[in-house]
């Protein structure tokens, strides 16, 4: 079943189960985009082999991505030089667009951007990044995602080191009075969703764990089930 929407501003309650395409068959993109008809978003990693040592796709996939897609687009831009290319991402129709605090020039005027073209806006840090550089423009951004592995590649393990991070940015949001969203993208799977709910996320991107599944409905509402769980345990 399709998550339930906020009646006042039509986007998904948490948590939301954002699936990765970059483990879904590229071959067969359609029909892998059918399959997650009862997620909350399609999380679409674009690389440019230049910010990350890997390669996906560019704005005229993504085009034709979001044409086909049953579920909002939530874009995740692994590139060098976002402030020139993300609103581009988000005038093709893309629901929010993710860029990287390490690569932009102007964080906070390219998330206004993004807004102005009616895209929610949303920055991203690796690992290695302090919460602290986001501290004081929290209220910026409409998602938070903090990466729980290296960017770059799909099937790496989940790093449990990056959640006192997320803990603390989500506590620092609510000292400020700001409701983004909190994303986690990396490992997410049932083994790992939990922690990273107790954590504070309500955002989750998981690729192997629902594009492997024999059953991608059932994979998509038991991830689910599972962070609204541990949500309300936390």
């Given at each position: 079943?399709?998550?339930?929407?906020?009646?006042?501003?039509?986007?998904?309650?948490?948590?939301?189960?954002?699936?990765?395409?970059?483990?879904?068959?590229?071959?067969?993109?359609?029909?892998?985009?059918?399959?997650?008809?009862?997620?909350?978003?399609?999380?679409?990693?674009?690389?440019d082999?230049?910010?990350?040592?890997?390669?996906?796709?560019?704005?005229?996939?993504?085009?034709?991505?979001?044409?086909?897609?049953?579920?909002?687009?939530?874009?995740?831009?692994?590139?060098?030089?976002?402030?020139?290319?993300?609103?581009?991402?988000?005038?093709?129709?893309?629901?929010?667009?993710?860029?990287?605090?390490?690569?932009?020039?102007?964080?906070?005027?390219?998330?206004?951007?993004?807004?102005?073209?009616?895209?929610r806006?949303?920055?991203?840090?690796?690992?290695?990044?302090?919460?602290?550089?986001?501290?004081?423009?929290?209220?910026?951004?409409?998602?938070?995602?903090?990466?729980?592995?290296?960017?770059?590649?799909?099937?790496?393990?989940?790093?449990?080191?990056?959640?006192?991070?997320?803990?603390?940015?989500?506590?620092?949001?609510?000292?400020?009075?700001?409701?983004?969203?909190?994303?986690?993208?990396?490992?997410?799977?049932?083994?790992?969703?939990?922690?990273?709910?107790?954590?504070?996320?309500?955002?989750?991107?998981?690729?192997?764990?629902?594009?492997?599944?024999?059953d991608?409905?059932?994979?998509?509402?038991?991830?689910?089930?599972?962070?609204?769980?541990?949500?309300?345990?936390?």
């Amino acid at each position: 079943m399709p998550n339930a929407s906020d009646p006042s501003t039509g986007q998904p309650t948490s948590p939301r189960i954002n699936p990765s395409i970059l483990a879904a068959d590229f071959v067969n993109m359609q029909a892998e985009l059918a399959r997650i008809a009862t997620a909350d978003f399609a999380h679409v990693d674009v690389m440019d082999n230049h910010f990350v040592p890997n390669l996906t796709f560019g704005p005229q996939m993504v085009e034709r991505i979001q044409a086909t897609c049953p579920v909002p687009l939530d874009v995740h831009l692994m590139i060098t030089g976002p402030d020139r290319w993300a609103p581009g991402y988000a005038e093709l129709g893309a629901a929010s667009v993710t860029f990287h605090l390490e690569a932009a020039a102007d964080p906070v005027g390219l998330a206004r951007r993004l807004r102005d073209i009616g895209a929610r806006a949303g920055v991203a840090i690796k690992p290695g990044t302090a919460g602290e550089a986001l501290y004081d423009v929290l209220g910026e951004f409409d998602q938070i995602l903090v990466m729980t592995v290296e960017p770059g590649f799909g099937g790496q393990g989940f790093m449990p080191e990056t959640m006192p991070k997320l803990r603390a940015l989500v506590d620092e949001a609510a000292r400020r009075g700001a409701t983004p969203w909190f994303q986690v993208d990396g490992g997410i799977s049932d083994a790992t969703i939990e922690m990273a709910a107790s954590a504070g996320a309500d955002t989750f991107v998981a690729g192997s764990a629902v594009y492997g599944a024999d059953d991608v409905e059932a994979a998509i509402m038991r991830l689910r089930d599972l962070a609204r769980a541990a949500s309300l345990d936390g």
